[in-house]
Each structure stands twice: as structure tokens, then as C-alpha cells.
């Protein structure tokens, strides 16, 4: 297999999912219009949303080249082991793409610094298509990081930059409420049932369901949460604006608060690397 066939493959995945999305989507605004459930505000709501791939694109445009680049450079230089494009690799590189997100996924909720551009995904209250393309600008950056290990498999840079193109692509479909539970899948794939809880601020669904695809990692690692009712979606503290411009930086302005006001190397370190929401330890 060649990349030119990885490529076109990959491409084959996305458009896929792409047009999967774009179809419950339709549906979304076509039954919201109906029951009259798409507001105004709804639709600013989905607008601040869209407006978040203005700068997400700029970095991911550059990470895209940067990044493949560096995969091979790392590859060739470091790694003698390199395994041949096939089939029976490109599952591989899906799978262990998809326990390194869950992980990605896990710390970025878990580490402030990192939690400052997912947060962004987690601003809405409302759970659409839309959703799922609200991105903080350098939440590649991360991304691009955790995956530094995989080469260490000996899988092609093409092989991996797959893996993580799948894992994203799919996660199109799963951001809506219009799809209900899908028994057993539900305890298998990251399904729309599954993701809700992970969208939900109440203390029963909080940091719950990371999976990128399959949700068993949740199950392994002691996150998995079923859907029992309804969520409410966004952050825990009061986050409801539909301007573009806060919803891309919602969690700076505090982060900044504390760094400027840190009094000891304890502080500073509690403030960028400890948990969302931690405070000083010592001193202000």
C-alpha cells in the first residue's frame, strides 16, 4: 500500500463521516425549526461554534505539514524498525491512535494549562453537529505531542497521521440528541449517548467517557459513565456567551489572573498544572 492509497483512504473516512454529520445536522435544524426549539440565541450559539475553526485551522494547517515532517524526521533518524503499509497496520495505527487520545483527552481535562483549549469544546449548552467542530486554537499542539510515542512502534508517519484523522472524522456524528442509546454498541463505540455525559456538567457525568472511538478505554481506566438522564451541557462555572471572541479564550483571562499573581514556584506550578478549578496553595 502506498501513501497516495493511504491518503485517498483517509480522505474516503472523512468525507464519510463528513457527509454522515451533515445529514443528522440537517435533520437538527429542520426538527429545531419545527418545534420551534432553534432560537436566535441558538443559532448565535452555532455561529460561535463555526467561528472556532478560524483560528483552529490556521495552527492545524501548519501543524499538518510541520508535524508530518517531523514524523518522518524523527522516524528516519531514530526508529530502524519501521513496520510496511498494510491493512493489518492501519487498524493498528486506528487502535493505538484511539488509546492515545483517550489519554490526550484524559489530561486535557485534568491539567488547567492543557484544560484552557478544550475548554473551548466544552463551552456550549447545547449539544448539536455544531458542536462537535468547536475547538481552542492550539488543542493540536497537544494533540501533535502525544503522538510523538507511537512512532516508537515502528508504524510509518502516514500510518499514524491516519490513526488520528480517523479518530477525529468520527467523532463528527456523535455531538447530537437526536440519536438515542444504541444498546450493546453503547458499551463498546463512543456513541451519541456515550459523549453526552462526557458534555454534561452535572456532578454525575463530570470528566466521565474520554474514548475517541471505542469506549471500552473508559471501562479499562474506571471512567465510564452510562447515560441515566438527560445532561446539562457546558461548563461548570457560568459560561452561556455566544461571542466568538470569548468563547475562543473563555479560560485565559483567569489563568493569566493567577500566573501574574503567583507568590511562590508552588503557586505558579498549581496554577498552570494543577486541576481545572485549583486554587493557591500558599500565599495570595
Keep these: 500500500m502506498t501513501y497516495e492509497q493511504v491518503e485517498r483512504l483517509a480522505t474516503s473516512v472523512d468525507e464519510v463521516f463528513f457527509i454522515f454529520g451533515a445529514a443528522i445536522l440537517a435533520i437538527e435544524i429542520i426538527k429545531g425549526v419545527l418545534t420551534r426549539r432553534m432560537t436566535g440565541r441558538t443559532f448565535l450559539d452555532m455561529l460561535a461554534s463555526i467561528s472556532t475553526q478560524l483560528p483552529f485551522l490556521a495552527v492545524e494547517t501548519v501543524l499538518l505539514v510541520t508535524g508530518y515532517v517531523a514524523y518522518e524526521v524523527i522516524s528516519e533518524t531514530y526508529i530502524s524498525w519501521?513496520?510496511?503499509?498494510?491493512?493489518?497496520?492501519?487498524v493498528l495505527g486506528v487502535v493505538l491512535a484511539d488509546f492515545t487520545y483517550y489519554w490526550e483527552h484524559r489530561l486535557a481535562h485534568e491539567v488547567r494549562l492543557l484544560w484552557t483549549q478544550h475548554a473551548v469544546h466544552h463551552s456550549s449548552r447545547h449539544m448539536n453537529i455544531v458542536t462537535g467542530v468547536r475547538f481552542g486554537p492550539a488543542e493540536g499542539v497537544w494533540s501533535f505531542i502525544c503522538h510523538i510515542p507511537l512512532l516508537l512502534t515502528g508504524l510509518p508517519a502516514e500510518v499514524i497521521f491516519f490513526g488520528i484523522l480517523t479518530v477525529q472524522a468520527y467523532q463528527t456524528w456523535i455531538h447530537t440528541e437526536l440519536v438515542g442509546r444504541l444498546g450493546p454498541l453503547d458499551g463498546i463505540l463512543n456513541t451519541p449517548s456515550n459523549h453526552r455525559v462526557h458534555h454534561g456538567c452535572d456532578d454525575l457525568y463530570l470528566d466521565k467517557n474520554y474514548g475517541g472511538i471505542l469506549i471500552i478505554w473508559d471501562r479499562i481506566f474506571g471512567t465510564y459513565q452510562r447515560e441515566e438522564h438527560t445532561p446539562r451541557y457546558g461548563l461548570v462555572r457560568d459560561f452561556d456567551s455566544v461571542n466568538p471572541l470569548r468563547v475562543w479564550v473563555s479560560e485565559l483571562p483567569a489563568?493569566?489572573?493567577?500566573v501574574t499573581s503567583a507568590r511562590t514556584a508552588a503557586d505558579l506550578r498549581a496554577s498552570l498544572f494543577g486541576r481545572p478549578g485549583?486554587?493557591?496553595?500558599?500565599g495570595g
Design 82 to 90: 519501521t513496520l510496511p503499509i498494510s491493512a493489518a497496520t492501519l
Design 255 to 258: 489563568l493569566m489572573r493567577d
Design 278 to 282: 485549583t486554587k493557591h496553595t500558599t
